[in-house]
């Protein structure tokens, strides 16, 4: 049996990517500090006789001290905030998980012989003057601006795992994620996907930052977590970088009409000024997970967004009937 470290497994990705490794047959050992992460998430699994949870910070974890962290075989470091709200709402937190709890999951690879994936993200990016981005396109990130804590932070996480990989021989992998959705991403979480969701079926205006016309590229959380874990599995992936998105690209006022459309809310849109250094278009290129995993992502966004409002609304169904 695969014994697998998660860190962040309270949150949305880690929690599924936790359930998913379970119904493989792996035992599993999710850490997380719940900064942003919720023991919510972890209730479908809290009782499998295969999980254990550590409350945990990474950035200060002495993880010598674990009997649970003994003869593990993988870690998946997802570890930080991920949406605009909460990574500007706590940017040092960030800037620490990301570099100093980065190395701290290296440095237990190493002495452990585990196999290490790194979660990086789509942000490493920036506002892209190429399109779409290739791994090897090294960016337009602003270091002096709100996002810079997240953005930077997460560059410096790879930098960390490239010095594990050729000094060390850490095997390492590092998954640049793109906008990945489903139900299970928090109400108030600030990403577009689950603001708009969360103002349809509650009857409110739907909120577009600029004119709409910004676009992104959004991936099921299946698809996603089907990546990581092919990527995981991938002896060719060892001290890659690779795009892990879907590449059909969408503007945020088509995805707005779309969630309008598949509620059938009666309610508009309301227009508010784009924040600071907010991409205007983002679209990954996956050629190289075509190549080295055999991976593409299979759900479409209408048939994912479908997926998510029902169950919103199921869920939205229980808590009426716990109430009356």
């Not at 009997?67 to 909460?86: C, G, Q, T, W």
């Not at 953005?151 to 640049?176: H, I, M, N, P, T």
């Not at 205007?280 to 997926?307: C, F, H, Q, Y």
Request: proline content about 5%; hydrophobic content about 35%.
């Amino acid at each position: 049996m695969r014994k697998v470290v998660i860190t962040g497994a309270a949150g949305f990705l880690g929690s599924h990517l936790a359930r998913a490794l379970l119904q493989e047959g792996c035992s599993v050992v999710g850490i997380d500090n719940l900064s942003t992460g919720t023991m919510l998430n972890l209730i479908p699994i809290a009782h499998h006789p295969a999980f254990t949870f550590l409350p945990l910070d990474v950035c200060s974890i002495q993880w010598e001290k674990y009997a649970e962290l003994a003869d593990i075989n993988e870690v998946y470091h997802l570890a930080s905030p991920a949406s605009p709200k909460y990574y500007q709402a706590y940017p040092f937190d960030t800037i620490s998980v990301n570099t100093v709890g980065t190395k701290n999951m290296l440095a237990l690879a190493k002495q452990r012989q585990a196999k290490f994936l790194y979660t990086s993200t789509s942000e490493a990016y920036g506002d892209p003057e190429v399109h779409p981005q290739p791994e090897t396109y090294k960016g337009n990130v602003n270091t002096w601006g709100p996002r810079g804590c997240y953005d930077e932070a997460k560059r410096l996480g790879e930098v960390y795992c490239y010095e594990y990989y050729s000094k060390f021989g850490v095997e390492v992998k590092v998954a640049r994620v793109f906008n990945t959705y489903s139900s299970g991403l928090r109400n108030d979480d600030g990403r577009v996907i689950s603001n708009f969701v969360a103002q349809a079926l509650n009857g409110d205006n739907l909120t577009v930052y600029g004119d709409g016309s910004q676009t992104r590229s959004f991936c099921y959380v299946d698809d996603t977590i089907n990546g990581l874990v092919r990527m995981m599995e991938t002896q060719e992936a060892s001290g890659e970088i690779i795009n892990i998105g879907n590449p059909t690209e969408y503007s945020i006022l088509a995805v707005a009409n779309l969630v309008i459309h598949l509620t059938g809310s009666a309610n508009g849109i309301i227009y508010l000024p784009l924040p600071i250094d907010d991409p205007k278009k983002r679209k990954p290129d996956i050629t190289k997970a075509k190549r080295i995993l055999n991976w593409e992502p299979t759900v479409a966004l209408k048939e994912g967004l479908s997926r998510m409002i029902a169950h919103h609304r199921l869920e939205q169904g229980s808590t009426k009937g716990g109430l009356s």
